[in-house]
């Protein structure tokens, strides 16, 4: 390094560069929540974006420890730092979001930031730079297009995630100081956000086939297929705008916030794309290929879903009382695909059985705080444990009642051939809920019983046993 570059302050872009992902659009999700704000937010908007920033960062609050910083930058920095150069902040974020990003680093010696009625973004920011650095050499580094003219009036470049179109400036070595190229594929962080694994939820369409034994035909096969994928589609959708409403609670989850926008792998505006696509795809795949019902049930889970989304989970009990609404209401879809009737027995059953799994979600997240504190985002307290188990616990014996009497009905005497050999499934279903309970309760759980039902091998061979009981009572007539 020579004399000169060690004299050569460096100015370093925050969004994009120092921290993986774009402090102002996040707030910006966020206030999606608050529609009491949105004819402020729009006035904010009108008056120009830096004002809009300055809205944001008045009405929002983040948190600096738990930004998803980019490593390799922050090291280099500290290094330099230490060699006796000057760091300055130089972001186009508002100077309040940026001032709390310095203090928490401790590493800058000044920041350069919008404030209302100046956006420090491009040619603005240039001479704000060239300001401060006078005649001399300097050193800038960023991530995006838009600081094309500071990069040609550098001394020195510094390189983060650069786009193809504008990789050809880390050609000249001699000017460039650090090329960071860390982020994922994009294809894969959004598969990663679309959550595929969540889609065994969706098998619940597949219930009523089953249980009207049209299974054999391929015409219903295909239908429930169709909606399968239109339902897993449109689900995949609303977790990424999920995810991305709730990328300040994420961050301070040990788990969740290696998710792709609380990491800042994924960036907001490719979220809502491929968000947005996948919504559309899936109502248009059931609008074209499904029946008019079909279409009208997807609508009300949408519906559910970005209620829950936005508003609904945040309210104890009720936020419980969505989710099983929505596994419920995958039966209901798999019903009304095939015209094949609705068994109430059935969707009593899941209402108890999924009411049971989503008070162990709630429990599994509880019992990980500490004391009077409540989880990110929900309604509920550790003092509350108890209760949160209780119930889960009654609601898991009440779905094997309600199962055991359906077991009992003329229905199943009628349709199946050993409707005895159905009853080897009540001692499979109490086993899988309450050893489910306890491993909870040993912290066996991380996360989702869903997730964890799809990679326990114990609940994988349960599912298969339940499985040959139905096929072997269907088809194998037994004498007892």
Known sequence: MSHSQTSAPIFVDMDGTLIKGDIALELAARSLKHLN?????????????????????????????????????????????????????????????????????????????????????????????????????????????ADLPIWEAASYRGFVNLSANISQLTQDQSKTTVDVRNKPPLLKIICKAARPHQWAKNCLIFVPLIFSHQYSDIASVGLSVVAFFAFSFCASGIYIVNDLLDIESDRTHPEKKNRPFASGNLSIRAGLVSSAALIVFAFVACGLLLNTKTIVVLSIYFLITNLYSFYLKHYSTIDVISLTCLYTIRIVAGSTVIAAPLSLWLLNFSVFFFLSLAYMKRYIEVSSLSDQEKVNGRNYKKDEIDVIMTTGIVNGGLATLTLSLYLNSEYVVESYASPQILWLICPLLLFWIYRAWLWAKRGKISMDPVVFALKDKISLVSVLLAGIAVITAKLIPVSF
């Open 37 to 145: 704000r949105f004819a402020a937010l729009l006035k904010a908007l009108f008056k120009g974006r830096s004002d809009f920033k300055r809205y944001l960062a008045d009405h929002y609050t983040f948190s600096a420890k738990h930004l998803p910083y980019n490593s390799e930058v922050v090291e280099y920095l500290k290094t330099q730092k230490a060699l006796g150069r000057k760091v300055i902040l130089a972001t186009a974020s508002d100077e309040t979001i940026a001032e709390q990003v310095a203090n928490h680093l401790g590493i800058f010696d000044a920041v350069i930031a919008s404030s209302p009625g100046q956006n420090l973004k491009g040619g603005a920011k240039l001479a704000k730079i060239q300001e401060m650095a006078g005649v001399g050499e300097f050193e800038y580094i960023g991530d995006s297009k």
